[in-house]
Every structure is written in C-alpha cells, then in structure tokens.
C-alpha cells in the first residue's frame, strides 16, 4: 500500500519561505520519479517541480529561482524549499508518485 504523507505547510508573509516535506512508503522510493503539484481555489491542479530518480529536475516557470526540490533515498523523503513566497502561491500542494496522491498540506501567502 502506497503512503504519501506531506508536511510543512503553514502561514507566512510575502518574500518568506517554507520547506515542505513528503515521506513516502509502500514503493521502491529511489526508483521513482517523485512530483510536487499545486492546486489553488478556482484553479486546476499544476506540476510546480519534479525529480527524477537520477535527480535530474524541472520546475513550472512561475516557480523558477525561487523553489528547490530535494530527495532523500535513504530516508524515503522529498522536499520543497520555497523561498521568496508570493501570495500567487497560496494552494494545497500535494506530493505525487506513479498515479498516487498524497492528502496536501495547505500553503497560505498572506500578510
């Protein structure tokens, strides 16, 4: 059974910054291509970064310069740095692998 569990959301001022974290179980972690996705009210869900099991990686124009995804093989753990937050991106930011979601973690840019 795949487990995605996200953590690290919060409130934060404009030009602050977040570090989101998804532990994963139930799969052959550092084989898979792991995914950050966003989804604002209103909005379609949206790729914000990805990584590849190689830890190559690529990132929604919007969030480029400002965002950084990490893994952590042994630990079975993606991350999201987010610095210079801006209120556009206020969202649920899930992590995905395969076809598989985690439950979100609530990311509000507000002053």
């Known amino acids: 059974q795949v487990q995605l569990v996200e953590s690290g959301g919060g409130l934060v001022q404009p030009g602050g910054s977040l570090r989101l974290s998804c532990t994963a179980s139930g799969i052959i972690f550092s084989i898979n291509t792991m995914g950050w996705y966003r989804q604002a009210p209103g909005s379609q869900r949206e790729l914000v970064a990805g990584?590849?099991?190689?830890?190559?990686?690529n990132y929604a124009d919007s969030v480029k310069g400002r965002f950084t995804i990490s893994r952590d093989n042994v630990n079975n753990k993606v991350y999201l740095q987010m610095n210079n937050l801006k209120p556009e991106d206020t969202a649920v930011y899930y992590c995905?692998?395969?076809?598989?979601w985690g439950q979100g973690t609530q990311v509000t840019v507000s002053s």
């Open positions: 995905k692998v395969q076809h598989y």
């Open positions: 990584i590849t099991s190689l830890g190559s990686t």
